[in-house]
């Protein structure tokens, strides 16, 4: 029967499931619904056990990683390991002083330097004094020889006058179960370890009692003690085994829960960056963050309108850098800056909402030029009737439709035309010899809502569209979860197999918590009380002892008195099952244990009192008086097992938690960083179209130059064609815009006042260089026509539906003069710019007075190069002939 199971479920496919997978997104280009496998194969290097416990990740790199993962997180249980072998020292140092002799000192020196090491090696463990290699390969193993070296010398000195078969096994089976539980080291070297212990503690063991005890000994009795012995260790082993398997999976649940999560984040951070460069590259950090903080704040209050906030400033000598933007200058001489921007907005406002109702992609917004697009993403065929319908709900506010004769030829005769004369002001439509028409109205009367019967149907650029972050493809499909159709039939053969009722209530079980929990506690129960049972039921002893010709009383001697510390093992075996409760918190497991060692203790001392005496008489005889009780040790034991027991309960569950609280602290990173990718990608859909926004977000190409860090006061404004337009000085980190600034006008020097008009000049010089770089390495000959002016503009966001960030005034009229009126490989700029720029050290060429529209005359000069050369600017530009160098 196929055992593959779909990680659909995390918390019953790791749990159940002895083979299972979980989907991881991998891809940060198309976002988290693209995922791969990671399978847990039943395989690995413990041969010893059943396949189906024999767990390994399929990518050997990730199985390495869990490894690590591993070792660490058991780090600090390895720390109650050592915690467990000073208890045990405490132990022995207690039994030796209690009854002090002379031939216990030297127990008792072994014990108290035992004490002193693991002390010792607890706070270089604690505090990470030790080399993290010896921490990981050298310590698990040093631990484990030590503490096998304080069993034996246990055994060797403080059991010198009589050995028994059960001497020490109690203890030995305890650290056997506490390898499996505490050492940071894979099973197949926990097995072997503990096989050779259990190995070496028999055989001492059967040596040693079969020298002492030659004449007295019986051959059968030894047998049957040593293979008890065994029994015990094998079923400490088998819990152990259990309980590593049990942890294993736990650990390996977690990984994978903890490396999907951290993997999700992580691919939303990468998305959600690029996200945020893709808008910073379209607005300024302050000015989106302040849209992204009014969407948040428009949407808690269930607001329609999103961008119904002007988001303007105004700033004080900035300098501008673009090139052959068609501007308005007429009109900002004779309109002020913030009159301008209010007009505008209003304008574009209107149009925005009906660019919606026509089916208009508006893509930018150049100047006084709305610029938008019928028929992108989507193919229209009455693309032109939307747009000669745009053009008529235009009209109002900027005249006739003005068309040319390929767009008349595709509206087949719908609207009326007159000659639109387009040759007499348009030297270019001259030149190519294009027809153009104005548009009238149209013939028929079109349908408010349609064009041609079609329905119009507003949609929003940031409709939704929920990212697929629970999401996982099984065999090419996105869906929420993937099963496998082997489930079911499993279910058809447990029904065949096995009976219904059976089935039925054996399900329940295993999908009910409490009733798990319930079902294993009370087999627990059972086995300690069938273990007491059986203490009272066995006779106790005749007082006429002495008659060793006795028939009953040698059947006494053979049973409950030979060795009862064999049923006080069975009681450290019930405390080891109640640790394997993983499920159930340590007030429960320690109310357990209680009754586990409080009805041992008081079967053993009380009604077990006499047989444990009996027991002290025939092995030690004379010495029973040096010794402490049986009884008394063997409670002792088994006292300090279950404080024992506890504490590593205790620990396990704070580290349960603190894995919980951990993924919770993953899981709230992940809505956060969801809600902030979420936010911007719908700011960065409404600015540009959705496929393009995807493009975009999907490369990690980005403005290199301006990513410099001597270039962080400027900002890209937006791209025209083959033009790019930047402005430094409109950032809050400038000292003259008034955001951040606390000095006054007057309080800032010249010099600083306009560093960031001479960085923007060494950008510019820079950017030559880098054309320069780039003819080198590509055998091309592009050449750049630079602009500079400097002075005030009004900056900010308009638009309704889609915000655009941009800069007004006349400042950056004049700049894209200087650009279209100056030369190839040279940046022209005014006479202001040139006497504050030359303090700076920047070298000039006077050009002379040329003529600029709407200005009239402009003495301008060519900026050059710089005295002090920075580490991207270069004098080399290409001469001009008759060029009067500068001698001011």
């Known amino acids: 029967m196929p055992r593959n199971r779909a990680f659909s479920e995390p918390e019953y496919s790791a749990e159940y499931s002895a083979e299972y997978s979980v989907s991881l997104p991998s891809d940060p280009e198309h976002g988290v619904g693209r995922t791969h496998e990671v399978t847990v194969r039943n395989s690995g290097s413990c041969l010893c056990l059943p396949r189906f416990m024999r767990l390994t990740f399929a990518p050997e790199s990730l199985e390495n ?288 909402k009906l660019a919606a109702k026509y089916h208009q992609l508006r893509i930018k917004i150049l100047g006084d030029c709305y610029y938008c697009i019928c028929g992108l993403p989507d193919y229209r065929d009455d693309h032109a009737a939307c747009s000669i319908m745009m053009g008529l709900a235009m009209v109002e506010a900027i005249s006739r439709v003005h068309i040319s004769q390929s767009t008349l030829e595709c509206l087949h005769g719908e609207f009326e035309v007159e000659p639109g004369e387009g040759g007499k002001r348009c ?140 049923y006080i093992y069975i009681a450290v075996l019930a405390l080891m099952a109640t640790t394997m409760l993983v499920q159930v918190s340590h007030m429960v497991k320690i109310t357990l244990m209680l009754l586990i060692t409080g009805a041992t203790g008081v079967v053993s001392i009380y009604s077990w009192s006499e047989n444990f005496d009996q027991y002290d008489q025939t092995r030690f005889k004379l010495f029973a008086s040096t010794i402490v009780p049986t009884k008394i040790s063997m409670t002792v034991m088994i006292v300090v097992m279950m404080l024992s027991f506890y504490y590593f309960s205790r620990h396990v569950e704070k580290l349960a938690r603190t894995l919980f609280l951990w993924k919770i602290e993953v899981h709230d990173q992940k809505e956060k960083v969801y809600e902030m990718r979420r936010w911007n990608e719908a700011l960065v859909t409404n600015m540009l179209p959705e496929h393009v926004a995807r493009h975009f977000l999907g490369s990690k190409k980005r403005d290199e130059l301006l990513d410099e860090p001597q270039f962080r006061c400027i900002t890209k404004i937006k791209t025209i064609g083959s033009t790019y337009m930047a402005a430094s000085g409109v950032t809050p980190e400038s000292n003259t815009n008034g955001f951040n600034s606390g000095l006054k006008k007057e309080e800032i020097s010249d010099k600083e006042r306009w560093q960031h008009l001479a960085d923007l000049a060494d950008f510019a010089l820079a950017m030559k260089v880098t054309i320069m770089n780039i003819n080198y390495q590509s055998f091309n000959n592009f050449m750049l026509r630079i602009g500079l002016n400097k002075g005030g503009v009004l900056a900010g966001v308009i638009g309704a539906r889609k915000p655009h960030y941009d800069i007004w005034g006349n400042t950056v009229n004049v700049a894209s003069r200087m650009e279209s009126t100056g030369v190839m490989g040279n940046i022209q700029v005014v006479e202001e710019t040139y006497m504050i720029l030359k303090e700076y050290g920047f070298r000039f060429v006077r050009r002379g007075p040329i003529y600029v529209k709407g200005k009239g005359e402009l003495l301008t000069f060519f900026l050059k190069g710089r005295e002090k050369q920075g580490s991207f600017i270069n004098g080399s530009s290409v001469t001009l002939p008759h060029q009067v160098v500068d001698s001011s």
Request: proline share 3%; charged share 20%; glycine share 4%.
């Open 65 to 352: 990683l869990y490894q690590t993962y591993f070792r660490r997180q058991r780090h600090e249980t390895l720390l109650v390991l050592v915690v467990f072998a000073a208890l045990f020292d405490c132990y022995i140092i207690v039994m030796c002083a209690v009854m002090y002799t002379d031939d216990k000192l030297a127990s008792l020196l072994v014990a108290s330097i035992g004490l002193v090491i693991h002390i010792l090696l607890y706070f270089l463990c604690r505090f990470g004094l030790l080399p993290d290699r010896i921490s990981r390969k050298v310590v698990p193993y040093l631990l484990w020889i030590l503490i096998a070296g304080q069993i034996f010398s246990y055994l060797g000195l403080s059991f010198s006058i009589s050995h028994q078969a059960s001497d020490t096994v109690g203890w030995q089976a305890f650290f056997v179960f506490s390898f499996f539980l505490t050492l940071p080291l894979r099973l197949m070297p926990i097995v072997l370890i503990t096989t050779v212990s259990c190995g070496i503690h028999t055989l001492v063991l059967g040596v040693t009692i079969a020298q002492q005890q030659q004449e007295t000994i019986e051959g059968v009795t030894l047998v049957r003690q040593l293979i008890a012995n065994i029994a015990i260790y094998l079923c400490a082993i088998t819990v152990g085994i259990m309980s590593y398997y049990m942890a294993d999976r736990k650990h390996r649940k977690a990984f994978l829960e903890a490396r999907q999560s951290l993997e999700v984040k992580l691919n939303l951070e990468e998305q959600s960056q690029q996200q945020e460069r893709l808008l910073l590259s379209i607005l300024p950090k302050h000015i989106a963050d302040e849209m992204l903080k009014g969407m948040k704040k428009e949407e808690s209050q269930k607001e329609m309108q999103q961008f119904n906030t002007m988001y303007m400033y105004r700033h004080e000598n900035v300098s501008i850098l673009f090139a052959d933007i068609v501007g308005f200058t007429q009109l900002s001489s004779t309109c002020s800056a913030q009159e301008l921007v209010k007009l505008l907005n209003e304008l574009f406002a209107r149009f925005d």
């Open 427 to 566: 030297d270019y439509l001259k030149e190519k010899g294009i027809e153009t028409y104005l548009v009238l109205v149209p013939k028929t009367q079109v349908n408010k809502n349609g064009i041609n019967g079609v329905k119009l149907s507003l949609t929003s650029s940031n409709g939704n569209s929920p990212l697929l972050i629970n999401t996982k493809e099984c065999n090419g499909s996105i869906n929420t979860t993937c099963t496998t159709p082997d489930e079911g039939e499993a279910e058809e053969l447990d029904t065949r197999v096995f009976p219904k009722k059976l089935v039925s209530f054996s399900t329940w079980i295993d999908r009910t918590r409490w009733a798990r929990n319930t079902w294993a506690m009370s087999a627990i129960f059972i086995l300690t009380m069938a273990d007491i049972v059986d203490m009272l039921s066995c006779p106790q002893p005749l007082h006429s002892y002495a008659n060793k010709n006795s028939t009953s009383t040698k059947e006494i001697v053979e049973g409950c008195i030979e060795n009862p510390k064999y």
